[in-house]
Nanobody
Framework: QVQLVESGGDLVQAGGSLRLSCVASANIFRLYNMGWYRQAPGKQRESVATITSSASTRYADFVKGRFTISRDNAKKTVYLQMNSLKPEDTAIYYC?????????WGQGTQVTVSS
């Protein structure tokens, strides 16, 4: 079982920035593929950005050029740097860890972007 704890969510004005962090309890964190997902009210959860164990990254089109995912294996932490935030980025952001067919989720952190 892997526990994930997200932090960094906040209320921010449009155009502002936030950095989300997710700390994992996994003993072999470096082997996990990690990702950030979000869910807005009334909408399905969607992928925002992912980073593999070899640090290959992928982004949803709606965040390309604005968000950056990174990881620090020594700290067992994955980050999501969010710049140029828009009101439509408002959502609960979840961290996920996956190895093989096993996926684990954090509890989420709220990001609210005011116009």
């Amino acid at each position: 079982q892997v526990q994930l704890v997200e932090s960094g969510g906040d209320l921010v004005q449009a155009g502002g920035s936030l950095r989300l962090s997710c700390v994992a309890s996994a003993n072999i964190f470096r082997l996990y593929n990690m990702g950030w997902y979000r869910q807005a009210p009334g909408k399905q959860r969607e992928s925002v950005a992912t980073i593999t164990s070899s640090a290959s990254t992928r982004y949803a089109d709606f965040v390309k050029g604005r968000f950056t995912i990174s990881r620090d294996n020594a700290k067992k932490t994955v980050y999501l740097q969010m710049n140029s935030l828009k009101p439509e980025d408002t959502a609960i952001y979840y961290c996920a860890a996956q190895i093989g067919s096993n996926r684990y989720w954090g509890q989420g952190t709220q990001v609210t972007v005011s116009s």
